[in-house]
């Protein structure tokens, strides 16, 4: 797992223009944060000359092959996992891995920088939680409560003007729904998080067109460790954020999206 570069933004978009990708990222396509140029054509300017500095293009005008073995994996991929996180407000840290064939490539976009690196194929999951900050998964048997009956209640509770955890609690237990486990889940959500993001999945038919996974992973780091928030069939699910877990519910994400695109 060898490869690896690290640039600026601005330096990033002259090795795409160059390489001529067909397509790059999401999470690398914009920013938010960082410091703006005062001048975005000297900033281009600048950054091709850092790049043809640091050997990244090569005298012929072409990207070197370090990282063409990157950067060419965003044309090919089969599968791209996604994050994003924040610890700190005003500081989003977005990644992802993309999947091409046993080649899997990590992009990680941190305010003005952009580092690219191979990773293990196979372990898209965990390449992108190892970015996270330390924090155990919260020690805890999952919690569920049904969508439909969530659904409903939430969209009562609404319509009666009182549309707080209480009044769907109180609906849900009219409906005969054991509330234990739903209240546990709003209690830990309820609380203060020190982090907060999101995981999810894209994937390309074999016509090479883009499918998005309907379903997301939300992760939270609150005081007794991470868990995960998502959809399992019917079921709402709170449950410790290990990698495991994590793998396990994207990977399904991943076989649903693959197996409606074919149709």
């Not at 990222?25 to 091709?48: I, K």
């Not at 994937?203 to 991470?226: L, M």
Request: charged share 30%.
């Amino acid at each position: 797992m060898g490869l690896k570069i690290d640039v600026n933004r601005f330096e990033f978009a002259i090795l795409a223009e160059t390489a001529k990708l067909t397509r790059v990222p999401m999470v690398a396509t914009y920013s938010h944060y960082g410091a703006r140029p005062a001048d975005q054509r000297v900033a281009f300017r600048e950054a091709e000359d850092e790049c043809r500095r640091r050997g990244l293009i090569e005298r012929g005008g072409q990207v070197s092959d370090d990282v063409w073995d990157l950067i060419a994996t965003y044309s090919n991929t089969a599968v791209e996992y996604d994050l994003r996180f924040s610890a700190t407000q005003g500081h989003e840290l977005r990644a992802c891995v993309d999947r091409a064939g046993q080649l899997a490539v990590r992009t990680v976009v941190a305010d003005d920088r952009i580092v690219i690196d191979e990773v293990r194929a196979g372990d898209e999951v965990r390449s992108l939680m190892a970015l996270l900050p330390e924090s155990a998964p919260m020690r805890t048997p999952p919690m569920s409560v049904d969508l439909v009956e969530l659904r409903a209640a939430a969209t009562e509770a609404a319509r009666d003007g009182e549309p707080d955890q209480r009044s769907i609690h109180r609906i849900l237990r009219a409906k005969g729904v054991d509330v234990d486990g739903y209240r546990a889940m709003t209690q830990i959500l309820d609380a203060d998080k020190s982090g907060a993001g999101q995981l999810g999945v894209t994937v390309w038919d074999r016509h090479g067109k883009e499918h998005r996974g309907e379903e997301t992973v939300n992760v939270f780091d609150v005081a007794h460790g991470r868990v995960a928030l998502y959809n399992a069939g019917n079921q709402r699910v709170l449950a410790g954020a290990d990698t495991a877990t994590l793998d396990r519910v994207l990977g399904e994400i991943a076989a649903r999206t693959h197996r409606n695109a074919q149709w």
